[in-house]
């Protein structure tokens, strides 16, 4: 396993963590459910996101000793899907910055419903699209026709802010999106810095959160939540 930091891929390198020893993604995830009781897990596969086969022997190991993953490996078309769903992965996440346009999505969601979560991925507070598959360049514009095509699940991303811990930015978007949609699952991630930003996040009507960096330094512990 790697750390983010800014989406900048090519600085990536293997994560160091209070929690383990090892960046073995194995031992770390092991180190999450001892630490935290922590049990659902986001995998970001860099390799299928660049373009490269899916780690399903990955997935089918962690699902084995009992995680519940989502896991973004890049799908671009509906086809994609298909390999994640026959490993039992229960949630899809399609991102923004890969996902071959609209019809794309909506043949994802037709094909899996509610295990689909929407990744709406930001640079900066700027939306990361193909080519001009979107037509506006207006996250929020964006989020909307994605819940008309079918999506029940949003993941706000903004891959500037992941692993800086300097809060996610998106609080006024998550806010937004919360009013408009109130149906719709909410999660946000990328530059949590500690407890105080899960508490405002969830003043904005996010659901959950996607917290990496500030469990592996040590800043959320355990204890500070219920």
């Known amino acids: 396993m790697v750390r983010g930091i800014a989406g900048r891929r090519q600085e990536y390198r293997?994560?160091?963590?209070?929690?383990?020893?090892?960046?073995?993604?194995?031992?770390?995830?092991r180190a999450f459910r001892d630490s935290f009781g922590l049990v659902e897990l986001y995998l970001a596969d860099l390799d299928a996101i660049m373009g490269r086969p899916p780690s399903v022997d990955l997935y089918t190991a962690l699902r084995g000793v009992g995680f519940r993953l989502w896991v973004d490996a890049g799908m671009r078309r509906a086809e994609d899907g298909q390999l994640l769903a026959a490993a039992e992965v229960e949630r899809l996440v399609v991102g923004l910055e890969t996902v071959a346009g609209p019809a794309a999505l909506a043949a994802l969601c037709q094909a899996h419903g509610q295990r689909i979560i929407f990744s709406l991925d930001l640079k900066g507070g700027q939306p990361l699209v193909v080519a001009n598959a979107w037509e506006t360049s207006d996250p929020f514009t964006i989020a909307g026709q994605a819940i008309a095509l079918g999506v029940t699940s949003i993941l706000v991303l903004d891959l500037q802010r992941v692993g800086t811990a300097t809060g996610t930015g998106t609080e006024d978007l998550c806010r937004r999106l919360s009013a408009a949609h109130p149906h719709v699952e909410l999660v946000a991630g990328g530059g949590i810095r500690g407890i105080a930003d899960l508490h405002r996040l969830q003043d904005c009507g996010v659901q959950a959160a996607l917290v990496a960096s500030a469990l592996h330094d040590g800043i959320i512990r355990r204890g500070d939540w219920p």
């Open 14 to 29: 293997p994560i160091v963590s209070r929690l383990c020893e090892s960046c073995d993604p194995l031992t770390v995830a």
